[in-house]
């Protein structure tokens, strides 16, 4: 029989989900409980075979499953409840949760912390405004690799894919490796907007050409896509003149950006964040809702699972203090007056975004943040409280695709204390 009152209820059992449960059960949270939609836990992890999880945090190279069930296996040791096949319908302040499972039907659970872990969606043709007919054969390249890698089909035989984000990369060598042709990869801006080790390891390691300052100007084709027909575009991402070129394939796939899944952040009144399109988070993950956390691609997009079983890890220890009353404080009473984290120069978006100086600790604290535009040469992270800096780190490079992030160490977090406001800028050394 499942709890109708828990400390703790985790909406989601992927990376981030499944940590945030490890670490409030592990924080002193007595029962904990994971609500997971499909019918087996470990989310998106499940279809990525490819090795590459688990370097940075666990200091081994996995395939996503065996990622995913290194956190099962720790979830399930510590008596955290899992429920599968169940999908939560809405969640009501204070935390009463409304579910209905296909094997118990409607159930009621009562929480006293939330940690929304719902991950990010892909976005499809129709919010890129794709023009041309509309034929089978377009799929987004998550939906690819679960079609190969789980239900064992394969969508083509002769692909081109709009985009350089990393699943896209990661697709372009799977489809070679099972005999299909990836005639190119192309990108509408005039950089990789994945890591730089995907492009070396997926398209060049393989010879497949990416092409960048290009985009998809019509799809060709009646009831199945016959070709497709590229443009080179300008500064502005306006298409040129006279570069246009028809390229057959039966297949295109689209990798062009993950937008985070805040539904139920959004029922519940999280304020969201208009660059991620996640919610606003302080340092331990809450969000502008009194004892609601978020973590992992819900929040924004990361680029190593690493870091998001990170963030959830922080989010669940978070959720377990205040389910005990001993997380003080908070983003929800005004006279906390929190302190504003801002993007500077060549930075889009810095999360988290809010800092509570009530609540800070002596420890660590970290920001992470993306670039507008790379920086090719060194440059310098600078974060500026008042006029004071109080952090610079160096770096070899900056790049759109690759998340940067910079510690606040004790002395940092001291000086911060003085100040209502920081900055964070990129700028070359």
Same mark, same amino acid.
């Given at each position: ?37 499909? +019918? ?132 372009? +060598? ?256």
């Amino acid at each position: 029989m499942l709890p109708q009152v828990v400390d703790v209820l985790v909406v989601g059992s992927g990376p981030a989900g499944l940590a945030a449960a490890v670490a409030a059960k592990r924080g002193g949270a007595e029962r904990v409980l994971i609500v997971e939609r499909d +019918r087996e836990a470990g989310g998106i992890l499940q279809q990525c075979i490819h090795n590459g999880f688990g370097v940075e945090l666990l200091k081994e190279d996995l395939p996503g499953p065996s990622y995913a069930q290194h956190f099962i296996d720790q979830a399930r040791r510590l008596g955290i409840e899992l429920l599968l096949d169940a999908m939560v319908l809405e969640v009501q302040v204070p935390f009463v949760a409304h579910a209905i499972s296909r094997g118990q039907g409607y159930i009621e659970v009562q929480a006293r912390a939330l940690v929304v872990a719902t991950g990010a969606r892909e976005r499809t043709r129709a919010q890129i405004r794709l023009p041309g007919t509309r034929p089978a054969g377009v799929y987004t390249a998550g939906m690819a690799q679960r079609f190969v890698n789980v239900e064992g089909f394969m969508p083509g035989k002769r692909f081109v894919i709009l985009g350089s984000g990393d699943i896209g990369m990661i697709m372009a +060598r799977r489809l070679t490796f099972e005999g299909a042709t990836v005639d190119r990869v192309i990108e509408i801006m005039p950089y990789l907007t994945g890591l730089t080790r995907n492009y070396v390891q997926c398209l060049l390691d393989l010879e497949i050409p990416l092409h960048l300052s290009h985009t998809v100007g019509r799809v060709i084709g009646g009831s199945r896509v016959e070709a497709v027909e590229t443009v080179q575009v300008d500064a502005q991402r306006r298409p040129v003149p006279g570069t246009e070129e028809v390229v057959p394939c039966d297949t295109l796939l689209l990798s062009v950006g993950l937008l985070p899944e805040v539904e139920l952040l959004q029922t519940l009144g999280a304020a969201l964040d208009p660059i991620t399109g996640g919610p606003v988070v302080d340092q331990s993950m809450q969000t502008t809702v009194h004892g609601l956390f978020a973590a992992g691609n819900v929040v924004h997009i990361y680029d190593l699972v690493d870091w998001v079983t990170e963030a959830g890890l922080l989010a669940g220890t978070s959720a377990a203090l205040y389910a005990r009353g001993e997380l003080h404080g908070g983003l929800q009473h005004v006279a906390a007056r929190p302190i504003h984290v801002r993007v500077g120069n060549n930075v889009r978006y810095v999360v988290p975004q809010l800092l509570d100086a009530g609540c800070l600790s002596q420890g660590e604290h970290k920001i992470q943040l993306r670039v507008l535009h790379p920086v090719e040469e060194p440059a310098w992270v600078r974060v500026v409280a008042g006029n004071e800096q109080i952090v610079r780190k160096a770096l070899r490079y900056a790049r759109p695709g690759e998340m940067i992030t910079v510690v606040m160490d004790s002395k940092a977090v001291e000086r911060l204390r003085l100040g209502e406001e920081l900055t964070v800028s990129v700028l070359p050394r």
